[in-house]
Structures are given as C-alpha cells and as structure tokens.
C-alpha cells in the first residue's frame, strides 16, 4: 500500500511482509525490512517495537483514505491509498453482474455513522446506503443491485455485526 | 488566624493555592461558573459555590456574589489569584469592610499601584529609576515635543487609556511626533471617549526583568531575587527564568535594594512584583508593581525553597518575615514554560476543546501546574493558559535539558499547544547563550525555525508512524475478509 506523510515530500510503500509469530512481523517500508513486535494494540492504538526502538500511537479520527495517528506524542497525517471502499463492496457482491439477492449485509463489524437513505428509495448500485465506522475509520456501505430500498435493518449510532443484515433492496 | 480561605479564581492558580491549604489544614471554599461545574478546583476544595454564568463578568469579577458566598460559607480570608479581582482595590475595599482577610496589599496600596502616574511618581520620590518621559501627562504637542528633544529621540506616545498596541506611536523625530501626537489622540477619544498622552523613551532591545518582593505588616521588606521574563508575544510572557542571565550578585544587590524601597514607597505588605526593564546598556528602569502572586512565581519557589502562598497567608496572619535579606540564598536554576491553549501559526489565537487524553510529565524537579485532566475541557471563556511547566537544575544548561525532556513528555490532544513553539526556543543557540530580549521571537524568526522543526519531527517519525499505518491497514483488511468477529484478540488477525 503507498503511503504519504502531509509535509513531506516522500512517499513510503509499506507491507507486512511475514508473520514470525508471536506478534513479531517483518514489515518492509520502500527498500527497507524492518522487525516490528505488537506489544499492544486496540482500535485506539498501539504500541510496538520497530526493531529495536519503542513507539506509541494514538489512533485518531481516520477515513479510508486519510490517518490521523499521533506517534511519540507528534501528531502526523498519512494519507493512503487504500481502495477500502472497494473491497467492502466487491465482498457485499457489488461486484459481480445480475446479483438477485434481497439483503445487503455488512461486509465488517462498526458503529452506523449515518444512513443515507430511506424506505421506498430508489437507489442504483453502487449508491451509498449507509456509513460504518470501524476502527475509527468511515467506510460507506453501496447498494449491491439497483432496485428500490424495501426495508432498512439497522438505527444510526448502533453497532452492526460483520454479517448482519442492513438492508433489503428490490 | 485564617482558618478557611475562598479562592476567588479558577483553573491552576485555584489548585495552587489549594494544594498549600491543604497542607496547612486550612479549609478552602471553591467558587466556579457554569462552564467550571467539572473543574479540578471544585473537586479539590473543601466546598464549592457556584456564583453564576460562564462570562467572567457574571461569575469570577461579580464581587457581590462572591462576598455572599464568603460571608454565608464563613470564610475570614480570600485568596484572589491573579487575573480576575487580584488587583480591584474596590473588591479589596469591600473585604476590609467586611472584616474579611484579602490575601494581598490593603486597598489603598492596591491603588497605588495600579494608577501609573502617582505610581511613577512615588518611584521618582524614592529614587527608584523610572523610563525617562514626561513627569505626567503632556497638555499638548508642543509640550510633548519639548520633552521628547530633552530625554532624545526615539520616543512613544502613549495613551494613558490604551493598550493592546493602540493608542501607542513610536515616533523619531519632530515631524513624527506632531502628527504621532493627532493619531494617538483621535484613536484614543474614538475608543474611550478621552485623551490623555504621556511621552516615554523608547528603548531598543529591553530586556523584562522583574523581581519577588515581600513585606510584612511590621515593615520588613526582603526581595526574593529577579525573574527574566524577555520571552512574550504580544507583551504576554512565555517563558521565564531564573536567574537572569545578565543579572550578577552586586547587580542583584543593587536592584534588591530599589525593590525593597519600591515597596516602602508604596507601603506595600505581602508578596508582589516589581517590573523592569533593561536597558542593552544595563540600565534597569522601574515600569510598574504587580500587586499580587505572579503566575510565574514556581520558579522564584524553587531556587528559593518557599512555599510562595504560606508565606502569603503568614503575612497575611499579621506574622513578621521569618527571614532577613542576609538570611537568603538562590539555589540553582529554573525554568517557567506557560503552556497556553493557542495555534502559533494562527498569531497565537486561542485553541479551546475537548482534552480526550492529557499526559503531565512528572519527575525529580519537574513541577507542573495545571488544571488538566484526561477528559477535561479548555473553555474559550477563560485565559488560554492551561499548564505552568517548570524545572529546576544545578546549573542552567541542565535546568534547559530537563524542560525539553519534560516538554517531550507533555501530551495534550485535542488543542493546538505552544509546547512545539518552546521546544525550538529552547533548542535554539540564542536561547542557550542568553541573548534574550522583548522581541526575541520575531528577532530571531523562532516562528520559521519553528516550522522547519516540525517538519524535521516529522520526518524523523516517519518510519515509525508508516509502520503504525501498516498495522492498522493489515488488521483492517483482514477484518474485511476475515471474520474477525469471533476473535477479541486483535493482535492475531494480521495475517
């Protein structure tokens, strides 16, 4: 995934490259492999060590594109280029052709930031249905098929289960 | 003997005076606003009152609302701070008929102090030197320019009723002068209805120099050594020191000993502060006496081993100073930082908020003075100053290294902080040798320094923060194709 830190001019590719177990990773930044061991980590944070230096980060707000992450108390902004949005509805089976399904399920588990349609609604595929927000991040929900929204399953600032059921589009 | 004391104020300097209370075992009498409801002196108080709505004016300045509270809660002292009532003589006043204790100087010493023209006077009276200028205010131009030629050009004008750079001109010769003196004056009727200009020397590169004094109701006057306090914006203090660099022993002997009349001049009882500038030529010149404890006053604390507010309510107790001049010796170096609410690249305007998280640093001669606490609020209602940091060394290079390690550890979210700002400043040589001065930020361009810091930060992070990007991209993909609902351990998801 390419990476980009506001203010600087680089930009930084960064992958996992293989698990050693026992929370330690090799993670590779550019050209360069690196040891990284979690010593913690939770949707607000984490801490780890990358090789053999100690780091703290704060998760702050994120959208799928941007990071707002405060390390070592030095508040930064990283933009990347994720294409989660996609991901999440090529899994809703945005992306396949002639989806006969009714119900558009929740491709991940989150908090219902905001709903952007209502019964009776005709939406085309592709057109946002809802809002989630996971790991502090915001990631929007699209219509699987284009039809019209029948019933919505879910209340705004409640939490979704991967799997549960959003919406039924006819 | 005070037995219960209300601290007319807010934020840290409420806790300040708290915490020597406490350890006193003398009860203490909170008061706070509507936006104070959650603050850290109602909860550390003996008591609390709420005495209005949030605006200053309705709350903390309301002096028959606070009198109330001090007569129904039984308090027979007030401890006003700073900011706010500290130096209202009328609130003063109000106390002594009310047969309360003002933890201060009496009303009549207040008002001295505060009227700059019988204040100057009074100084001259002593042979305490003021900044050359008029005597008082000039009746017209003509008066103004017979003056300026007598004391020499660079001169100000200033309004009597200004302030915040307006009703003030610097002017450089007569020409100047004779239009400077039309500006100030029509800005100055436009504003408050009224005139009144005097004539002063301008100095170039001052520095503030100010100096903890102390007198006791039987007229034993000591000064507790000189803060430098040359780093500010806009005429607000940022940074300050102890001792000055520029000061030695027999300079501060010599100055101690003006302090020690100013304050007889004024029959000043208790703690206070009298300013100064200095001149590059080393000349000190009195500018005013600050009638009441100084929001720097930890430093002076720590390099002389008192407890600033006990020795304010001994005095206060009528008890004569426990000390002579002789008996007074600095110890070592410290350093203030004021931690304010603010976006330096917003001109310092206020940044208020939410505070989700704060982190205080902490350790063997690290003081913080705050009223921060994880989940608190900086109220765009109040001063912007959240936190007072402080170190003391043995020497002042080691004083300067604790503060910036203390400064790496200080973690404020959620509000702009001028910690990045202190961090350059004192990093930077200027600062390390002590070429300090009014306008030490712009002489120095610390803003553009500041910027490439920051930026420099940045990129020494850089690694670090792209690695904490990978592990939240990772473990958010997997949760996307994986079903990580069954798992609460996140750091097994990875792959």
């Not at chain 2, 306090?229 to 520029?246: F, Y």
């Not at chain 2, 004083?399 to 973690?411: E, K, P």
């Given at each position: ?8 001019e ?12 026992n ?10 492999e ?19 230096k100690?780091h ?11 990071m ?28 396949g ?17 905001s ?7 005709s ?42 059921h ?5 | ?20 209370c ?25 008591e ?10 309705k ?113 450089t ?31 170039e ?11 006791d ?7 507790l ?34 302090v ?5 001049a ?23 006496i ?6 720097e ?9 008192l ?10 107790n ?9 008996d ?35 350790g ?20 912007s ?19 910036l ?11 702009e ?20 001065s ?19 930060e ?12 990978i ?16 798992s609460?351990?996140?750091k097994?998801?990875?792959?």
């Amino acid at each position: 995934m390419d990476y980009k830190i506001s203010d600087i001019e680089k930009s930084f590719d960064g992958k996992i490259v293989k698990n050693l177990g026992n929370n330690d990773y090799i993670i590779k930044i550019n050209d360069n492999e690196h040891k990284l061991k979690i010593i913690n980590m939770n949707s607000g944070g984490i801490e780890f060590i990358l090789d053999q230096k100690y780091h703290q980060a704060k998760y702050l707000e994120q959208s799928t594109n941007e990071m707002n992450i405060v390390i070592d108390n030095v508040p930064i902004v990283i933009n990347r280029h994720s294409h989660f949005d996609e991901v999440v509805y090529k899994h809703s089976g945005g992306a396949g052709a002639g989806n006969a399904q009714l119900s558009l399920k929740s491709q991940i588990p989150g908090k219902v930031v905001s709903i952007a349609v209502a019964e009776g609604d005709s939406v085309k595929k592709g057109d946002v249905i809802c809002t989630l927000e996971s790991m502090k991040m915001q990631v929007s929900v699209k219509a699987h098929k284009d039809g019209v929204v029948k019933s919505i399953k879910i209340k705004e600032t409640a939490s979704v289960a991967k799997g549960d059921h959003i919406a039924d589009i006819e | 003997m005070i037995e219960k004391v209300l601290i007319a104020n807010r934020g840290e300097i409420a806790l300040r005076v708290i915490r020597t209370c406490k350890a006193l075992g003398i009860k203490t009498v909170a008061v706070y606003s509507d936006e104070d409801y959650n603050s850290m002196h109602v909860k550390q108080a003996s008591e609390a009152y709420h005495i209005g709505e949030a605006a200053p004016a309705k709350s903390y300045l309301n002096q028959e609302k606070i009198l109330d509270v001090m007569l129904s809660a039984g308090a027979d002292a007030v401890h006003p701070g700073y900011g706010f009532l500290s130096e209202n003589d009328d609130f003063a006043r109000l106390c002594e008929k009310n047969k309360i204790t003002f933890i201060g100087p009496s009303a009549d010493s207040m008002n001295l102090c505060g009227d700059k023209m019988r204040c100057k006077a009074a100084m001259l009276k002593a042979q305490v030197p003021t900044v050359p200028g008029s005597p008082g205010l000039v009746k017209d131009a003509d008066e103004a320019l017979s003056i300026a030629n007598d004391i020499g050009y660079p001169v100000l004008l200033k309004s009597v009723y200004g302030g915040g750079g307006r009703g003030i001109r610097l002017v450089t010769n007569d020409n100047e002068l004779l239009e400077g003196f039309e500006t100030v004056t029509s800005e100055s009727i436009s504003a408050v209805g009224k005139s009144a200009i005097i004539v002063e020397k301008f100095l170039e590169k001052t520095r503030h120099i100010e100096y903890q004094m102390a007198r006791d109701q039987h007229g034993n006057a000591v000064h507790l050594f000189e803060r430098e306090c040359s780093i500010q914006r806009r005429n607000q203090k940022l940074i300050e020191q102890t001792p000055s660099p520029v000061v030695d022993q027999e300079t501060r002997d010599r100055i101690g000993e003006l302090v020690v009349r100013a304050s007889e001049a004024v029959d000043y009882t208790n703690l206070g502060t009298a300013e100064f500038l200095r001149a590059d030529n080393g000349e000190f010149y009195f500018i005013e006496i600050n009638a009441r404890l100084q929001v720097e006053h930890p430093i002076s604390e720590m390099v002389s081993g008192l407890d600033f507010v006990k020795l304010q309510l001994d005095i206060a107790n009528g008890e004569p100073l426990p000390f002579k001049q002789s008996d007074l010796k600095m110890n070592g170096y410290a350093i203030e930082c004021r931690i304010n609410a603010e976006d330096t690249f917003l001109d310092f305007a206020p940044s208020t908020g939410p505070v989700p998280d704060v982190v205080i640093p902490s350790g063997p001669s690290v003081r913080c003075d705050t009223y921060l606490y994880p989940g608190c609020t900086v109220s765009p209602f109040y001063d912007s100053l959240m936190a007072k940091l402080c170190t003391w060394g043995q020497t002042f290079e080691e004083s300067r290294t604790r503060m910036l390690a203390a400064l790496n550890d200080f973690y404020i979210q959620g509000v702009e902080t001028s910690i990045p700002l202190y961090k350059t400043i004192l990093n930077s040589e200027e600062y390390k040798k002590g070429e300090l001065s009014t306008d030490f930020l712009k002489r120095f361009s610390m803003i553009d320094r500041l910027t490439e810091d920051l930026k420099n930060e940045k990129i020494d992070k850089s690694e670090a923060a792209i690695a904490a990007a990978i592990v939240h991209s990772e473990y958010f993909k997997s949760r996307i194709q994986n079903d990580a609902s069954a798992s609460a351990n996140w750091k097994n998801k990875l792959d």
